[in-house]
């Protein structure tokens, strides 16, 4: 057979390489977490072309009294 007419991999090769590929991406660890509430709600000030919020005199933020703890995801566990 000349090289013009061979395919590049088998078939069976490439659906079980992307069915793979597809079990790694949608797996647990590779999922975006699910988000906290914000402090500060996405306003604005004027009315205009968007989806945000109008800001009403109640839309006040929360006051943290410390600094914000950040923690890292899918990290190994420390031996």
């Known amino acids: 057979m000349s090289p013009r007419h061979r395919r590049p991999f ?3 090769h490439y659906e079980r390489m ?5 079990r790694d991406i949608t797996h647990p660890r590779n999922l975006n977490p699910e988000r906290r509430q914000r402090s500060y709600p996405r306003l604005v000030k004027r ?23 950040i923690r890292l995801a899918n990290l190994p566990e420390a031996a």
Not at 50 to 62: A, E, I, L
């Open 10 to 12: 088998p078939l069976d």
């Open 18 to 22: 992307a069915e793979a590929i597809r």
């Open 47 to 69: 009315a205009r072309h968007n989806s945000y919020r109008v800001k009403r005199p109640g839309d006040t933020g929360t006051r943290h009294p410390t600094p914000l703890t």
